[in-house]
């Protein structure tokens, strides 16, 4: 079984009730129980972490690859525009790395036009809500396939 | 039967042949094919399209509604940056748009980090190279499916 | 009488059906038979193009001299914020040009405040939807009988 | 009949003796002369202001709803690029505005191209001339008609 | 008594009449009232201007310091974001001021974020509607009381 | 009574011995003694917070509305212009925030100028010393009545 | 007698009072008095103006052809730097015009560096106290005998 | 005997009668004419394209290595400062190209002195009227000889 | 015996495993080793952290003038470009801090070219590899002994 | 007698056949006659050193003040946009400094609005041709008999 | 026999054994003699100067019309981007100037793509190597010839 | 006995009379004892240069790999900012450079924050005073060693 580490960033564990025009009904706990259940079909095991603290992830991060992780979504949320040390994190992990986001970030303030973290991702998947990590959980499970 | 619109942007059509450590190997012929055979899966009629031409892509996407696609799905490549027609022809028509690209446009040139067309799409999917048609379309069909 | 060239830009022809809070409810059909009308009242004689290809807006330009237009009414649409060629050839025929918006372009996004072809026009007109036309062929009335 | 509000922002009463190449020759008073008449034919009462200080055009801007005007006709001058005062003024009051230049100030030097005035107004005509006004005034008939 | 200068920049004249939405429904009297009244309490005597006219903000700043004034609260409105004269005026009396602002002018358009008068008052309070009036003299008692 | 959450950024537990000059001299302890004076006059009962890691701040303000605080107090010190991920959690709570400064903010550095945080705020007071606090309390208590 | 028209912007009559590290200590009246005595000296008569109203300087500049005035001695002070509308007045005039500043505007803050007014004037004089009034009289008085 | 592909941008068709003082009084067909000369000389067969349309000059360049072409030689005009998908045409084909301006694009507007071709091109000759084509041609027979 | 603060800002515990091509083959637990070396032959003792969180930074920090550092040694990594709070720390207690990276940061990424911690630094050595560090303890010997 | 230097930068030596429509007719031994005239009314002595080479106009600064010089007078030409090195020798030596300028430099290229040497001069005077140094001697002068 | 200055600016000196990646492997003495084999072909006879020293360059180009020379080939190295000197030099002399460059200026840094000296020679050859200069040189021929 | 190069930019001759308060009390000859000193002690032997001539520090580094320097220590001083040429002089040589500043460059004025020469070297170190220069000696003789 691969195991995939999935990181939701700052605010995210108030998903459901928090402005829900921008980033829906769906609550963290039902979105994982979506991801979990794409996982077992496809046979991976999913380490879930939720933080509102930069060094948390990048803690987690940096143990990834001791922990054996395959790979990693990251939903890095508002640290996507702030966090170089998030960046550096993921940069020094031999482990490809999936960012995604609910809402469509361009079609938002211009402070959210500008990823730290893009550069150092394979790819980036924004705007389809719950569906972003859905996408991103499969493209991860391809290129692990393919690595 | 859902007919979607695909749109592949300038130079798309080299592809297999250009530049391969940006945009890989697979030719635009084996890109079809591959969407042909999801959507046939998903029940779902595609119409490709493959211009260097603006004004051929904004003529098409004009004309959309009225050919009654259900969805868009575009890597609009170069225009990406430089076409503000293009964008105005996706915000005229009623119709859902998902912008993909091959390379992670983020990781590339500082002038390739500037879409004009994300903000009138749906979401946007980057960096997966021929997966990230896969995922666009995947998307598309939840979005059909939902409104 | 004198000939005057009209140019409609990018997506104009999807008027009366397009974002009809931007650009109002006339169709670019009932839009010329307006011109058409006030024209035949100032025995002048339109010859009017709708293209999305910029190619063909250049060529129809380049082409003005030849074919003795007196003057060109144009609205570039999107070419007004991304086209250098657009304005090199009204820069490069010996014919007065205005340009018009049916939008108050200075009321939208940013990067529609800025265009590349009013430094090269005699005047500009914007934000009146079809009477933007109307006072323009009027302004170029003036002109051609001053000059 | 409909009164209108002209404003004549700062320097435009030395109209005539001033930089003839880029203003032209006519005065201040010969440009009124022409709107006075055309406004006598389209049943307008034209209340005309000129002054080279914006306090008493945010003044009479302030007043003018009071003072129960149609719409008002301004060439704001230098005031166009420097004055948030007159801009706040004219969103201040339930009254349509157009914004006239007598130059094309797309064409000048580059301070000359923001206009903080026109995002607040109908519509802007620039390059005409004294026909600047005249179609201004015109386009205020046609929106005090539609309204 | 302690003198208080207290200055009300352009438009706002028109308070309860001007854009509800972003500067709510009392009028410009009732405000004053409001610090009539506070004033009383606080042993306090403000002198109040509202003036569409720099030059006549300046004038009276000039004025302050022989005029004996302790303070000087100010709400600059559009002024704030062009005039360096009301600015320097400030700094060149050896009395504190206080800017206040009725909306957020940070929750704005860009242009509103910048003050010149911020840097040579004493504090900035905004987006408290009538009551940053309020506080803004609260701030100035106490700034009275300790120097 | 209403429960307030009171704020305290990085660096404010070192208040009364950091930068006397730009921050003065009173403790955090006195600045928060102050404020629970003003409180209980006012019927308030306040839940104080001093953190050095954005993290802590986050994890409160998303917590705010569960525990059933009707105003948020707010000094975001260095957060201000670098916490994209406060400034959300401000905006995902649906709860009023002030935002304040010890020293004016726009008297300082470039750097210091410009706010993350402000644009979700109701409003922002800046440069009063421990007296900000104060007047944020005020205003707090002026929006719940009204609310 | 060659007839000058002296103009001091806004806060110059605070001079001898405000700022004297920056500005220096001799009041307005005793600049006014050198540059008379220099004015005897040299055969010319002064027309001194000092007003804190932009629309004052404009009007006064606007009339000075008219009334025969050979040059212009300018310190717009503030509105160097925002005023377009006393840069338009000196255009508009045929008459030379020096401006002068007491400070070195470019030892100053940054929006201090750029002069609205210095690239229509014939040349500036900076740094030198009440002296650069003197010089400019001079460099004037220069200007007449060689036109 | 070696291909060579020469592309004229847009415009170019009008030489000899567009603006004579910027781009000379010679005919595209004199120029084309000089460069045939040259070109047999050199036992080079020319293929001599000129279009107005961004997408004929992208699908002839993609076509170009397919029609064994050994070299490009390209002056883009107008689509220097506008067109990525040109640029993304030329780095697509492994092909030397060389760009050519009749002007000195840096004697220029502004907006002229950015260049997206020139990155992707072995050099850039700029200023010589129709010799820069010529020197164009004789550097591409020098790369050739040397590849 | 001097006791100094030594800080590893976020990801330098992943040294010696982390991009070795910019950063090096030595671990953290190595360079520590080192400078414990170097602080015994000095008569220094040395409080080594090593965080990826902020906050955690600020509170040593913060901490230090109590617990009776001398100086700070810091590689504040990825907190160099986005750290206000550690800027902010640094500058609130007495106590002299050298800034030092392993990498120079001149020669990598545009935004790596940014301090925030070097202003409020008494000095920054970058480059060196592990010997910045040598070389930080060095010139913070030498300052306290010149203090 | 008091010692001035006075320094002309590049190309001065050109002077009175270049560019005549800028600089003027007259040679720079004409303009140092003219200063010598000056020097000798005044009691001064002049030191004149005219250098195209930055290095040779540094090092006579910096021995200034061993030479025993009372004042420089330098018209640092083309120097003044890109010297930093001249600014560093004239803050270095404790001798005040009048910096010249022929043309008015606020009415050319915007790269010569821009001094790096202004900031470190008591004055600047800009645009009165040969004058603009009589009136920098003056100035000088003054600054001495002050001092 | 048309005499020629040939200029080259800084660091060309070490050609062959820099940076032979960026600029090949032939020194300058060869460079020079393929440049005097081409003018005596042409009757030209070439003055060439190396030098690291701007001052230098200004003087010679500053002598040049005085010796009698037709044109100036330059490649400015380094000085391109900094010189002003340089450019003054070459607009203050009536003979035309050639610029070459041996890399491809606009394919490398940033700060590479902006030229001081372009806008004043009359043309710009850049990225063909040796062959820059004999292309310029050629090009020179014919400026001489036509004029 | 290894030879370094040691470079002294613009000005630093006049170290110990020069703005004591950035660049201290020490004379560049009693920093140079210090240098020779440490030399001494390490084996090595220095050639130092001290000029206020860009085109020398150019011609020295130029000549250092034939002088047999084994490495470069350079104070570029103003050059710094300014000096392409001094840049491209040590990336054209094949021995590694330490770039050193007496002030931290990072707390003095915004246009001091860029250098161009650190990309170029292999380190720097900055704010130290004299003992930035010991510091990169020594950082010097380890590169050396480990080369």
């Not at 963290?28 to 999913?46: D, F, H, S, T």
């Not at 992830?57 to 922990?67: A, E």
Request: with cysteine; glycine share 8%; aromatic share 4%.
């Amino acid at each position: 079984m691969d195991k995939i580490l999935v990181i939701h960033g700052p605010n995210l564990n108030l998903l459901g009730q928090r402005e829900e025009d921008i980033y829906g009904k769906m609550t963290l706990g039902e979105i994982n129980a979506q991801l979990e259940a794409l996982a077992q079909k496809n046979n991976m095991a999913l380490h879930i972490v939720q933080s509102n603290h930069e060094g948390e992830i990048v803690d987690v991060i940096g143990q990834s690859s001791k922990d054996d992780f395959k790979a990693i979504l990251i939903n890095p949320a508002a640290f996507t525009h702030t966090s170089v040390a998030v960046r550096d994190a993921i940069a020094a992990v031999p482990i490809p790395a999936v960012e995604v986001h609910l809402s469509n970030i361009y079609a938002r303030e211009d402070f959210r036009h500008t990823s730290h973290i893009a550069p150092v991702c394979h790819g980036q998947i924004s705007g389809f809500g719950p569906q972003s990590y859905i996408l991103g959980l499969q493209a991860l499970g391809n290129l692990i396939k393919n690595s």
